[in-house]
């Protein structure tokens, strides 16, 4: 069984860096794929960015490429995503996700991850 904790996030003004944290426990890293996703208020969880960590891959929403950055610290077990130039349309709760490695990949939906963490808010005030 995987089990995701998260951390981070918090309130920030329009143009600042925020970065969230995925700690991760049940399973190896280069087992898995990871994602994260975001839903605002009255919208539906959208796709942020994924990660395939045996294929040294990443894939990230347009709406946040260039901006958002995945990566893991290996000794602990932890994923990141390092938030640069945040916009107001970024203020959502985020969560980090899990999946078993598959053949099936990249992994876009949501229905695709079994392993959920609990979610983290994150403000952009303009």
């Known amino acids: 069984q995987v089990q995701l904790v998260q951390s981070g996030g918090g309130l920030v003004q329009a143009g600042d860096s925020l970065r969230l944290s995925c700690a991760v426990s049940?399973?190896?890293?280069?087992?898995?794929?990871m994602g994260w996703f975001r839903q605002a208020p009255g919208k539906e969880r959208e796709f942020v960015a994924e990660?395939?960590?045996?294929?040294?891959?990443?894939n990230y929403a347009d709406s946040v490429k260039g901006r958002f950055t995945i990566y893991r610290d290996s000794a602990n077990n932890t994923m990141f995503l390092q938030m640069n130039s945040l916009k107001p349309e970024d203020a959502a709760v985020y969560y980090c996700?899990?999946?078993?490695?598959?053949?099936?990949?990249?992994?876009?939906?949501?229905?695709?991850?079994?392993?959920w963490g609990q979610g983290t808010q994150v403000t952009v005030s303009s």
């Open positions: 996700a899990a999946a078993r490695l598959s053949t099936v990949w990249p992994l876009y939906r949501e229905n695709e991850y079994p392993y």
């Open positions: 049940g399973r190896a890293f280069i087992t898995l794929t």
């Open positions: 990660v395939s960590w045996i294929r040294d891959s990443t």
